[in-house]
C-alpha cells in the first residue's frame, strides 16, 4: 500500500463499501435486507465507475440499475409476500458445498488475476465522454443500439404477457 | 504502488464470486436474480477497467452499457417470471417449484 | 393306268346302309313300338339291297369298259388339304372293289335277312340294326375309299361296330370284356397302321410326292425304291408296320386272341363280321397296296410265314375244340392264315379268291350253327349235340357242303382257292415249297375237325337231355333260305376261277389284271414254263391235296362215326399234357395276360407308388422341410429378436430410470450442475 495517494484511498474506502454490501447481499437473512445491500453496492459500482473515467455509465448505472431494478426488485418483493411480514425469508441451503466451491474458484482465478504479465498503460486523463458515447450510438454503433431497442420492446411485450392474468 | 488495473479486476472478482454464492445458495427467487446482478455488475467493471488501462477506446463503455440496458430487460422479465410462480405456486421458493421433478 | 371314269353313284353304296344306320339308331325304339320289328327289318335290309344293286351296277359298268380303264371315281368333297396332304372324301372303284363290294353287300344282305329271324326275340332288335348297317356303311368306306385316311376311317368303324356287336348282350360281363378285347387288340394293331400309313407319307413328301390316294401311291411309290429309315428299307418297313395292322384286324399271330373271344356277340354278328368281311380287311389292305408290297421282298416272306404258323396253329387248337362256335373262330383263324400265305407268295389274285370263296363257306357254316343253337335252345356244345341231321335236314345239307367246300375237295369252290395257293408256293419263286408242305398238313388237319364237327354234330344219336330233344325243330324259312344260297354259291363259286390246268380261263384273275399287273407278272412268270406246255405237276400236286383231304375225313369218320379208332388215345398221348395243350389254347391267353396284362398293371402299380412314395415324399418332405425352418425362424424371432427388442426397451427404461432422477426440479440443483461444468472446464484448461 505504498504510494498510495488520496485518490488511490478513497478507492480502497469504496471497494471495500461495495465488496461488505455485496456481501450483505450475499448472507443476509432478511430479502429487504438484501435488496437494500444490493443498493448500496451498486451506488459503490457507480463510484467504482466515476474512477474509472467513464463518467456517462456510472450515471446510467444508478440511474437505471438502482432507480429501476432494485425498484422493480422491491416491488416484486412486496408483491410476492404477504404485506404484514416483516421477516422476509432469504435462506439459503447448501451453503458449505457453495462456498467450497466458490473459493476454489476463486482462487484458481484470483493465481490468474495476480500472476498475468497485464499489459500495462498509462491511463490518460479523464474527460468527458458523453458526446463521444452519444456520436458512436448514433455512428459506428447503430445496428446494436436499433437492436437493442428491439430487445426492449420486446421484453416490455414479454414482460405484460407474463404477468397478465387471466380473466375468467 | 499505484491503484491499477489489478485491484480493479480483484475488485470485480470478489463480486462475482459473492454474486455466484447467491445464485448457487438462495433459495428465494428474488435473491437468485440479486445474485445475477451482482455477476453482471463484476463484468461491467471489467470491461471498463480494461477499456481505461487497455486500449483507451469507447468500447469497453459501450459494451457496459448495453451490458446494464440487457440486465435491466432481463431483471423485468425475471420478475414477471417470478410474479407468475407466485400466481402458481403461492411461494416464491425455489425448493417448492418441483413439479418437473422425474 | 388311264384316267379314271368319274361317276357320281358309289357314294350311295356306302350311304345307304348310313341312313339305315341313322333311322335305325336315333329313332329305332320309337319305330319298333310302333310299327313292331318288321319295320326295322324292312329298312335295315332295304338299306343293304340297295348298295348290293348299286354294287352290281359297278361291276357292269367296270365290265363294259376296256380293261385298261376299269376305274371309276366319285369325287364328294376335299377333305383335307394342309401342307402338302391331300386326302379327299372320294370312292375309287376298281376290279379289286368291285368283287369285294359284291361279297360286301351280297353275303352281308344274306346275313341281315338270317339275322331277321335269329334276332326275333331280342328286344333291343333296332339296336342290332342299326350297328349291323353302320358296320355295313364303315366297311364299305373301307373297300371304297380312294386313299389310305379314308380307308383307315373304316378301318377304325368296323373295329368300333365290332367291339359294339360283340359285347351286344352286355348285360354280362363277359360278353363286354370279349368286345374290350377285341377293340383293344385291334388298336394295337391300328396303332402299327398308323405309323405305317405316316412313315409312308412323310417318306414320299421327302422325295417330293406327298401323297396318300391310291392311284397316285401307284405310280409314285417306285420312287422310295432304296431308301433307307433308320437303317431299314422305307418299302420294307412301312409293309412292315401295316401288316402289323394287318394282324390285328384279321386275327394272325400274335394279335388272333380277340376272334375266338368274339364269339360271344350273336350268331350273325359272328358271321357277318368274323367271317366274310372284317377280318378280310387286312387281306384286302395287301391286295390295294400290291405294288408298294412288292418292293418289299423281306415282308412278303414274313407275311406268308405268319400266315402258315397261324394256319397250322389255329388248326391244331381247333381239333380240341368241343364249342361249335369256337371250332368255326379257330377255323377262320387257319384259313385266314391260308389268305395271307397266298399274298405272301404275291399270289394275290390267289388271296382274294380265297378271301370270296371263304366268305361263302364260312358264313353259311356260321349261319348254319346259329340255326343249331337255335335248335338247342342255346346249347353250343357239341359234346351235348348229336343226330341233328334228321331233325333239320336243310340246316344238314349246307352244312355238310360247306365242309365240302372247305375241305378243299373238287370241284367245291374251297377246292379251287385253296390250291391255287398251294400251287403258286410250290412252283413259283416268291413261294416257299417249305410252305406248301405245311399249307398241305393245314389242309389235312382241316378237313379233319371240320368233319369231326359235322359227325359230332349231326351224325350219331343225340346226346342232350328229353326236354331240349323235344324241341328239336328247323328253323324258319328266313332262317334257311340264305343258308341254301350261300351254300350253292361255296358249291359252284369256284368256277370263277377256274384254272388253265383244268382248261379254264381263270377269268377272276383275268378280271384283276388291271390291278395286279406286277403280281401277275410276277408269278406268270414264275408257273411260265409250266404254265403254259405242261399242266403234269399241278395235275398232281391237285390230287395230293384232295388225297390228304380225303385222308382227313376218313380219319375223322372213323374215329367218330364207326368207333374204329378211339379219340381217347389221342387225348391221353403224353400223359393227357398234349391234348390239355391245345385244347388250352397254348395257354397263349395266358401268357398275354401275365406278360402285357398284368405287366402293365404293375407298371401302374409301379408309377402309382412311386407317385405316392417319391413324389409325394418329396412334396411332403419339402413340406416338413419348411415347417422345420419355419420353427427355427419362430425361436429365432421369440428368443433373440424379441430378445433384443425387449432388451433395448428395458434397457432404455433403466436408463430413463437413471437420468429421470437428474430432473430433480430444484433450480438450485441446476445452477449447481451448470457451476460444476464451469468448474470442471476451467480445470481442465488449467491442466
Known amino acids: 500500500m505504498s504510494g498510495w495517494g488520496i485518490a488511490d484511498l478513497v478507492f480502497g474506502v469504496i471497494a471495500a463499501v461495495t465488496i461488505v454490501s455485496a456481501a450483505g447481499v450475499a448472507f443476509s437473512k432478511n430479502i429487504v435486507y438484501s435488496a437494500f445491500a444490493l443498493m448500496g453496492t451498486f451506488m459503490g459500482v457507480a463510484a467504482l465507475y466515476v474512477f474509472l473515467a467513464a463518467d456517462f455509465v456510472a450515471v446510467i448505472q444508478v440511474l437505471i440499475y438502482v432507480g429501476g431494478i432494485l425498484v422493480l426488485t422491491l416491488f416484486a418483493v412486496m408483491l410476492t409476500h404477504r404485506i404484514a411480514d416483516v421477516r422476509i425469508s432469504n435462506r439459503s441451503v447448501g451453503v458449505l458445498p457453495g462456498l467450497v466451491v466458490v473459493v476454489a474458484v476463486g482462487a484458481v482465478m484470483a493465481k490468474a488475476v495476480l500472476g498475468a504479465n497485464w499489459l500495462g498503460r498509462r491511463p490518460e486523463t479523464p474527460h468527458p465522454t458523453t458526446a463521444g458515447i452519444g456520436n458512436a450510438f448514433l455512428g459506428d454503433y447503430l445496428l446494436p443500439f436499433e437492436l437493442a431497442s428491439v430487445v426492449l420492446l420486446a421484453a416490455l411485450v414479454g414482460a405484460v404477457v407474463l404477468s397478465r392474468k387471466e380473466l375468467k | 504502488m499505484a491503484v491499477g488495473l489489478t485491484h480493479y479486476l480483484l475488485v470485480s472478482l470478489a463480486l462475482f464470486l459473492l454474486g455466484w454464492f447467491c445464485v448457487l445458495t438462495r433459495r428465494n427467487a428474488i435473491g437468485i436474480l440479486m445474485g445475477v446482478e451482482l455477476i453482471l455488475n463484476s463484468a461491467n467493471i471489467n470491461y471498463l477497467a480494461f477499456s481505461r488501462y487497455g486500449s483507451g477506446a469507447y468500447d469497453g463503455q459501450l459494451f457496459a452499457i448495453f451490458v446494464i440496458m440487457l440486465a435491466a430487460a432481463e431483471a423485468a422479465i425475471g420478475l414477471a417470471i417470478i410474479l407468475g410462480i407466485y400466481q402458481t405456486f403461492q411461494t416464491i421458493d425455489v425448493e417448492a417449484t418441483d413439479t418437473l421433478r422425474g | ?687
Open chain 3, 1 to 687: 393306268m388311264e384316267h379314271p371314269t368319274s361317276v357320281d353313284y358309289l357314294r350311295w353304296i356306302v350311304l345307304s346302309p348310313l341312313i339305315g344306320a341313322a333311322i335305325n339308331g336315333l329313332a329305332g325304339a320309337a319305330l319298333q313300338r310302333r310299327f313292331g320289328k318288321r319295320a326295322i327289318s324292312v329298312l335295315a335290309c332295304a338299306a343293304v339291297l340297295v348298295a348290293f344293286l348299286l354294287s352290281v351296277r359297278v361291276f357292269l359298268h367296270l365290265n363294259g369298259l376296256p380293261p385298261e380303264g376299269r376305274f371309276l371315281l366319285d369325287h364328294c368333297w376335299t377333305w383335307l388339304d394342309a401342307g402338302g396332304l391331300r386326302a379327299d372324301v372320294a370312292f375309287w372303284a376298281d376290279p379289286l372293289s368291285a368283287v369285294m363290294l359284291l361279297v360286301v353287300t351280297g353275303v352281308g344282305g344274306l346275313i341281315h335277312l338270317y339275322a331277321t329271324g335269329y334276332m326275333h326275340d331280342d328286344a333291343a332288335y333296332w339296336r342290332f340294326f342299326a350297328w349291323l348297317n353302320l358296320f355295313t356303311f364303315a366297311m364299305l368306306t373301307l373297300v371304297l375309299g380312294d386313299n389310305l385316311l379314308l380307308m383307315f376311317v373304316g378301318w377304325e368303324g368296323v373295329g368300333l361296330c365290332s367291339y359294339a356287336l360283340i359285347g351286344f348282350w352286355y348285360s354280362s360281363t363277359a360278353n363286354a370284356q370279349a368286345g374290350n378285347k377285341a377293340f383293344i387288340v385291334n388298336r394295337i394293331g391300328d396303332f402299327g397302321f398308323v405309323l405305317g400309313i405316316f412313315l409312308l407319307y412323310w417318306s414320299l413328301a421327302d422325295v417330293g410326292h406327298p401323297t396318300v390316294a391310291f392311284r397316285e401311291l401307284a405310280q409314285h411309290v417306285h420312287a422310295l425304291e432304296g431308301m433307307t429309315f433308320w437303317g431299314v428299307g422305307t418299302a420294307t418297313l412301312v409293309t412292315m408296320l401295316l401288316f402289323v395292322g394287318a394282324t390285328g384286324k384279321s386275327a394272325q399271330i400274335p394279335l388272333y386272341v380277340w376272334l375266338p373271344d368274339a364269339m360271344a356277340g350273336p350268331t350273325p354278328v359272328s358271321a357277318l363280321i368274323h367271317a366274310a368281311t372284317m377280318v378280310t380287311a387286312g387281306v384286302y389292305m395287301i391286295a390295294r397296296l400290291n405294288f408298294l408290297f412288292d418292293m418289299a421282298p423281306l415282308t412278303l416272306s414274313v407275311v406268308a410265314w405268319t400266315g402258315t404258323l397261324t394256319a397250322l396253329g389255329a388248326a391244331t387248337i381247333a381239333l380240341a375244340q368241343t364249342d361249335i362256335k369256337r371250332v368255326l373262330a379257330y377255323s377262320t383263324v387257319s384259313q385266314l392264315g391260308y389268305m395271307f400265305m397266298g399274298m405272301g407268295a404275291g399270289a394275290y389274285t390267289a388271296g382274294i379268291f380265297h378271301l370270296t370263296t371263304h366268305a361263302f363257306f364260312k358264313a353259311c357254316l356260321f349261319l348254319g350253327s346259329g340255326s343249331v343253337i337255335h335248335a338247342m335252345g342255346g346249347e353250343q356244345d357239341i359234346r351235348k349235340m348229336g343226330g341233328l341231321r334228321r331233325a333239320m335236314p336243310t340246316t344238314y345239307w349246307t352244312f355238310l357242303l360247306s365242309t365240302i367246300a372247305i375241305a378243299g375237295i373238287f370241284p367245291f369252290a374251297g377246292f379251287f382257292s385253296k390250291d391255287e395257293i398251294l400251287w403258286k408256293h410250290f412252283s413259283t419263286e416268291r413261294g416257299s415249297q417249305a410252305i406248301w408242305a405245311l399249307g398241305l398238313l393245314g389242309a389235312g388237319l382241316t378237313a379233319f375237325y371240320m368233319f369231326r364237327l359235322v359227325f359230332l354234330t349231326f351224325h350219331g344219336e343225340n346226346r342232350s337231355d328229353p326236354h331240349t330233344r323235344e324241341h328239336l325243330h328247323e328253323s324258319p324259312a328266313i332262317m334257311t333260305g340264305p343258308l341254301v344260297v350261300l351254300a350253292a354259291l361255296a358249291t359252284v363259286g369256284g368256277t370263277m376261277g377256274w384254272p388253265q390246268a383244268l382248261g379254264g380261263t381263270h377269268w377272276l384273275e383275268q378280271w384283276f389284271a388291271p390291278v395286279f399287273e406286277h403280281g401277275a407278272h410276277a408269278s406268270a412268270h414264275g408257273g411260265g414254263h409250266a404254265g403254259t406246255h405242261e399242266y403234269a405237276t399241278e395235275w398232281v400236286l391237285m390230287g395230293v391235296s384232295v388225297s390228304v383231304a380225303l385222308l382227313g375225313i376218313l380219319l375223322a369218320r372213323a374215329m367218330y362215326v364207326t368207333g374204329s379208332l378211339s379219340p381217347k388215345k389221342l387225348t391221353e398221348a403224353a400223359g393227357g399234357a398234349l391234348y390239355r395243350w391245345v385244347s388250352n389254347k397254348y395257354y397263349v391267353d395266358e401268357l398275354y395276360d401275365v406278360v402285357f396284362v398284368r405287366g402293365t398293371l404293375l407298371l401302374t402299380r409301379l408309377c402309382a407308388a412311386f407317385d405316392r412314395y417319391v413324389i409325394d415324399g418329396v412334396v411332403d418332405g419339402s413340406a416338413a422341410v419348411t415347417r422345420f425352418v419355419s420353427w427355427g425362424n419362430g425361436l429365432f424371432d421369440n428368443y433373440v429378436i424379441d430378445g433384443l427388442v425387449n432388451r433395448l426397451a428395458g434397457g432404455t427404461m433403466v436408463v430413463g430410470n437413471r437420468v429421470r432422477q437428474l430432473q430433480t426440479g430444484s433450480i438450485n440443483g441446476y445452477l449447481y450442475a451448470l457451476v460444476a461444468g464451469v468448474v470442471v472446464v476451467m480445470v481442465v484448461r488449467l491442466l
